[in-house]
């Protein structure tokens, strides 16, 4: 398999279950500004949509969207526990996949569009916050370790990435303790240490 990525982007959750699951895999950059990868391909050719992740399972197969790669690689090893087999557990799973992608990452890509007038900013802020105080709230009247069970998996996953680009656009994450506190479980998984090594992104 190979993850065509940009370094601290959402690829990165693809990235961090990669390294949770046995599988050989490459990884190859993809310079979002120009569209070409670190080899010089076009990207276009390889992901039309032109965003990353895209996952080439086989030379010619190409999976996109986050909401499909995330649970794709997750089952791929079952004995890792990352994601349920089926029922209501592999629906929640999907359930805050679906939330991520279309909630919380679209209000964070809302500062990286271009610049914002001061009245976008204290908008785009308000709606980050909303999302994550109801995440918040969820987590602290949970009774599970992770988002959805007592198992890590690609939900944990995708919510640190997003909840990483904090840093980048100013937004304050201390009053969400409890998304803090999740944070901190998943930073200290190998798999992660090492996917953000690998996308330079320590130090
Ligand atoms: N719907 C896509 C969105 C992916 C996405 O927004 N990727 C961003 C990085 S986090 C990107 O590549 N942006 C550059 C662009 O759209 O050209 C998914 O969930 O996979």
């Not at 370790?145 to 990483?164: E, H, I, K, S």
Request: with cysteine.
């Amino acid at each position: 398999m190979k993850l065509y990525y940009s370094p601290g982007a959402c690829s990165l959750a693809a990235h961090i279950i990669l390294n949770e699951i046995n599988v050989d895999f490459d990884l190859e950059r993809v310079d979002l500004k120009t569209h070409k990868t670190e080899k010089g391909a076009d990207y276009y050719e390889i992901n039309p949509k032109g965003y990353v992740p895209a996952l080439e399972i086989n030379p010619g197969l190409i999976l996109t969207e986050n909401v499909a790669i995330l649970p794709f690689l997750a089952q791929y090893d079952p004995k890792q526990d990352l994601i349920p087999p089926s029922g209501m557990g592999r629906a929640k799973v999907l359930e805050w996949l679906g939330y991520l992608n279309s909630e919380l990452h679209d209000a964070y890509a809302v500062f990286f569009g271009g610049k914002l007038t001061e009245d976008e900013k204290t908008k785009a802020y308000a709606e980050v916050n909303r999302l994550l105080k109801f995440i918040d709230h969820y987590l602290a009247e949970s009774e599970y370790d992770y988002l959805v069970d007592d198992n890590f998996g690609p939900a944990d996953a995708y919510l640190f990435v997003l909840t990483n680009w904090s840093n980048h656009i100013e937004h304050d994450l201390s009053p969400y303790i409890n998304i803090i506190a999740l944070r901190n479980k998943v930073a200290e998984r190998q798999s992660v240490q090492i996917a953000m090594r690998d996308e330079g992104l320590l130090g």
